[in-house]
Nanobody, 124 residues
């Protein structure tokens, strides 16, 4: 079993910055992809940024140039630096990861996990 724990959310004024962090722990063979999603009130959950196992990063168009995702593979952590925040960035931000671990009969399989979420509120 693997757990993802987020931290760093809070209240900030428009134009301000926040840094979110996520740590994976548990029976981890290896971490493949790690990233961030968000869900605003009354809206669907959407992809914010992903750091792939191949070393590339991908961002939603709405956050390009403002957000930066980074990961520490050795420590199984990922961070999201959010600058020039806008009220539309207000949402619960969720860490997500694709993780290889031993499943049934000891077979190595890929599993997807979600964190509990951390609230980011940007005031106007």
């Amino acid at each position: 079993q693997v757990h993802l724990v987020e931290s760093g959310g809070g209240l900030v004024q428009a134009g301000g910055s926040l840094r979110l962090s996520c740590a994976a722990s548990g029976s981890i063979f290896s971490v493949v992809n790690m990233g961030w999603f968000r869900q605003a009130p009354g809206k669907q959950r959407e992809l914010v940024a992903i750091a792939t196992g191949g070393g590339s990063t991908n961002y939603a168009d709405s956050v390009k140039g403002r957000f930066t995702i980074s990961r520490d593979i050795a420590k199984n952590t990922v961070s999201l630096q959010m600058n020039s925040l806008k009220p539309d960035d207000t949402a619960v931000y969720y860490c997500n990861a694709d993780i290889r671990e031993r499943g049934s009969y000891g077979r190595l399989s890929l599993y997807n996990y979600w964190g509990q979420g951390t609230q980011v509120t940007v005031s106007s």
